[in-house]
């Protein structure tokens, strides 16, 4: 069991570039979570994701960010038309069930906007 | 490889108690090792350790971390039904990398 995969580690995108990362979950689980970390901040809920579905997206700005999570394949946290603002590590978890504790961490993708 | 390794992995414990909970680490380029406590949407930031023998303490909790064998506790006292959560350890490299552990999950009973 390879744990939650998340790639790309380190991605460096321009203004106004789209930036995609994914995250595989550990196998079985299908419950998906993404996060943000900003410098010198705490871990900061984005977006809670079941097979195919959006369950709580209270935490993703409402403009260029999307998340999904297909029936095939891994999740994948979308930012469209990056700022610098955007730079931060984004962390995903995954579970079994339903429930906001007691999962998995991936590493994390750090996203770079230059 | 680098890793990070909590245990135990569950607990249960009655009201009162006190806890010890263990975090381990095998990471190159150590800068400092962090807890967390998740219980919602997002884990609370509890404690971050950078040096070895200094405990930091807020409230009935506290964390000490020992660079040299390359683990950390928190000590909960005291224990509420308000402490039951998942306790999450993480280590952060000069790379600004972070790795979490699997986490302890803590249940308080009445």
């Known amino acids: 069991n390879a744990g939650v995969m998340q790639n790309p580690r380190h991605l460096v995108r321009r203004r106004g570039q789209e930036a995609r990362l994914r995250c595989s979950p550990m196998?079985?689980?299908?419950?998906v979570y993404w996060y943000r970390q900003l410098p010198e901040e705490g871990l900061k809920f984005m977006v809670y994701l079941q097979k195919e579905n959006i369950i709580d997206e209270s935490g993703m700005p409402k403009e260029r960010f999307s998340a999904e999570f297909p029936k095939e394949g891994p999740s994948i946290l979308r930012i469209q038309q990056v700022v610098r603002g955007d730079s931060a590590a984004y962390f995903c978890?995954?579970?079994?069930?339903?429930?906001?504790?007691?999962?998995?961490f991936g590493s994390g993708t750090r996203l770079t906007v230059v | 490889e680098d890793k990070v390794v909590q245990s135990p992995l569950s607990l249960v414990v009655h009201e009162g108690d006190t806890v010890t909970l263990n975090c381990s680490y095998e990471v190159t380029n150590f800068r400092s090792l962090l807890w967390y406590k998740q219980e919602k949407k997002a884990p609370t930031f509890l404690f971050m350790l950078?040096?070895?023998?200094i405990e930091k303490k807020s409230g009935r909790l506290s964390s000490i971390l020992d660079k040299k064998e390359l683990f950390s506790i928190l000590n909960i006292t005291a224990t509420q039904t308000g402490d039951s959560a998942v306790y999450l350890c993480?280590?952060?490299?000069?790379?600004?990398?972070?790795?979490f552990g699997a986490g302890t999950r803590l249940t308080v009973k009445p």
């Open positions: 950078t040096s070895s023998g």
């Open positions: 196998k079985g689980h299908s419950h």
């Open positions: 978890a995954s579970s079994p069930t339903a429930g906001h504790y007691g999962y998995t």
């Open positions: 993480a280590v952060e490299d000069n790379n600004n990398d972070m790795r």
